[in-house]
């Protein structure tokens, strides 16, 4: 997986966000079709597995990694 180091935390005020509307709040990527694409090109990992499911709902201290940045879900 990636180096913890370069992880940024991202607190999302809650217990859970979609994978989708978590690439958008992250800072990630711009707009849903950017996330559709990337999501459906295999570009998303999950805790260091990819993911291509829009929807997934993640939980606090999940990673998601996209083109060598990588943000955790907190609360």
């Keep these: 997986m ?5 992880i940024t935390d991202v607190p999302i005020g809650g217990e859970g966000i979609r ?3 978590f690439l958008k709040f992250a800072g990630l990527l711009d707009s849903g079709g950017d996330v559709k694409a990337a999501i459906a090109d295999g570009a998303v990992r999950v ?3 990819i993911d291509r499911r829009r929807g997934r709902q993640l939980q606090l201290d999940d990673v998601v990694s996209l083109e060598g940045r990588s ?3 907190r609360p």
């Design 2 to 6: 990636t180096n913890p180091a370069h």
């Design 19 to 21: 994978l989708g509307q």
């Design 47 to 49: 805790n260091g597995e």
């Design 71 to 73: 943000v955790r879900v």
